[in-house]
């Protein structure tokens, strides 16, 4: 793991995208929108989005921020990434759809979203630890909110602009690689030696009571 | 005779606690991990995870955005007495849950399974949860302990797993089985590793999942199930666990898991019931003792 933190700047272009590195520690600077389950499902099966520019507004944070309401407008509480891989069903979809090439969230996403990733030169970045109140704090303004009366405050689609946002890893990168994947071999072959330890025998299997 | 105003208070104080404070036990062995942790994301996601508790202790967040579903697990006994009864638990329960919410110490996430509609106050018609349980003794006369456990999404939604076995299944077929759903859960950092993980041997299925949720949410990390037998197992596990090459957020490391807590009930002669519930690596939950002189105690030790 490379220790120095590279700040990128939103949108992100296809050529830094497609430099990254899996595991590279990134921030980022510039406009992003927030959205999760609700924002994917109305996408593809509704085609309902907000009404941005995604091509200047080009970073998809999946999060579900605490948000309060103040006399100057709306701030950020804690603003935690989610996990991704809730939304890989539609994800491939969405980056495609709007171009997107810059997805920030927790955990991973599966095979369809690194293809689409890979299509457009784009890059999945996953959070470092528990992280919402330093990423509060790294939140520049708030300027818009979508949905917010159909969706309430968690689903809502807030456009917020950030500053040195991070850090976060890079997860999947522009050419289809996976960190995750990669080390899901390296857990799965630890498995037999896990068993014997356990004194689970080789062969065993749980009795099938469905012929 | 503790009155509502007390207990809307109390209950609504605990988790407003419990979203902003890491418990003790959690927090120490964060530090001894991130001391041990030599892998360097692995050691990142520990660091970052204990400056940003830090930061909520400060009043600057809440160790977690995703206060995830509103818990109570309450303890009373013989002597305990309440204004308007025990139903008044659920009243101020539910008072305490919309000021929490109101005030952002829990984000509103309680929506409707089907149409996904948000009430914006994170109720339902059984959230948010107590779990009431009596103690007879002597020691605690007319005492009420409340512990406030907002429990997150990624340790409900991913370190969720129920397994009917048969006996022929085993000792062989509970480790495998509780082995196998840890990894799982923890693929990608899902759970929140590194986890508590509870587990329930026996009863029914309800009982079965409850004795591994409220394992991993009550009991302090490091405890032992009192029988032999069963501490040997958790200690087995534990051990397996350091082993498997999977670390904090699921990274490349060493501590994926805090603890394997196991309970276990008689069941069916011809059952083996087993559940896996996990807590994640923020191990919310807070404490509140009302004596019955209205004393009112709060503490996120659980070891005492």
């Given amino acids: 793991m490379n220790n120095t933190i590279i700040d990128l700047q939103l949108p992100l272009s296809p050529e830094q995208a497609g430099s990254l590195k899996l595991g590279d520690l990134v921030t980022v600077s510039g406009l992003m929108f927030t959205g999760r389950s609700r924002f994917h499902i109305r996408a593809v099966n509704e085609d309902i989005v907000p009404p941005l520019d995604f091509s200047t507004v080009n970073c998809f944070f999946h999060t579900g921020p605490v948000m309060r309401k103040t006399a100057q407008g709306w701030e950020t509480v804690s603003i935690e990434p989610t996990s991704s891989i809730r939304f890989e069903k539609y994800s491939g979809q969405v980056i495609r759809k709007l171009g997107i090439r810059t997805l920030i969230g927790k955990t991973t996403m599966g095979p369809d979203t690194a293809a689409a990733l890979k299509e457009v030169s784009g890059v999945h970045l996953s959070k470092i630890g528990i992280c919402g109140n330093m990423l509060s704090n790294q939140v520049h303004k708030v300027i818009d909110v979508f949905f917010l009366d159909e969706l309430g405050k968690t689903e809502a689609t807030w456009l917020i602009e950030v500053e040195q946002f991070g850090p976060f890893f890079v997860d999947i990168d522009a050419h289809g690689r996976n960190y995750f994947s990669e080390l899901k071999q390296l857990t799965e072959s630890r498995k037999p030696e896990a068993y014997q330890n356990l004194h689970i025998s080789a062969d065993f299997e749980y009795t099938d009571v469905n012929g | ?304």
């Fill in chain 2, 1 to 304: 005779m503790i009155p509502v105003s007390l207990l809307e208070e109390v209950m609504y104080e605990s988790m407003r606690r419990a979203a902003v404070y890491m418990p003790s036990d959690v927090t120490l062995f964060l530090q001894k991990a991130l001391e041990k942790e030599h892998e360097p994301l692995a050691h990142e996601h520990l660091a970052a995870t204990l400056r940003n508790a830090d930061m909520a202790g400060k009043g600057k967040g809440l160790i977690c955005a995703d206060t995830g579903f509103p818990l109570y697990f309450i303890t009373a006994d013989q002597h305990t007495e309440i204004e308007g009864g025990f139903s008044s638990l659920w009243k101020a329960a539910r008072s305490a849950v919309i000021r929490a919410t109101e005030e952002n110490f829990l984000r509103p996430t309680m929506v409707d399974p089907i149409s996904r509609k948000n009430p914006g106050n994170n109720l339902g018609k059984a959230i948010p949860a107590i779990d009431l349980s009596f103690i007879d003794t002597d020691m605690h006369t007319g005492s009420l302990e409340i512990i406030a456990a907002p429990k997150g999404g990624g340790s409900e939604i991913f370190g969720t797993f129920y397994r009917m076995m048969y006996p022929a299944d085993g000792r062989e077929g509970i480790l495998k089985f509780i082995y196998d759903s840890v990894i799982e859960s923890c693929y990608a950092g899902k759970v929140c590793p590194p986890a508590i993980v509870g587990v329930g041997i026996g009863g029914t299925a309800d009982i079965c999942m409850h004795m591994a949720k409220k394992a991993a949410v009550l009991r302090p990390i490091g405890s032992r199930n009192t029988d032999k037998d069963t501490a040997d197992m958790e200690m087995l596990l534990e051990k397996a666990f350091l082993d498997a090459d999977i670390g904090p957020m699921g990274a490349k490391g060493t501590y994926a898991v805090m603890g394997v807590h196991i309970e276990k009930e008689v069941t069916h002669t011809a059952a083996l019931p087993v559940a896996v519930n996990a807590q994640c690596c923020i191990g919310r939950r807070w404490k509140a003792t009302v004596r019955d002189d209205l004393k009112v105690t709060y503490s996120g030790d659980f070891y005492e």
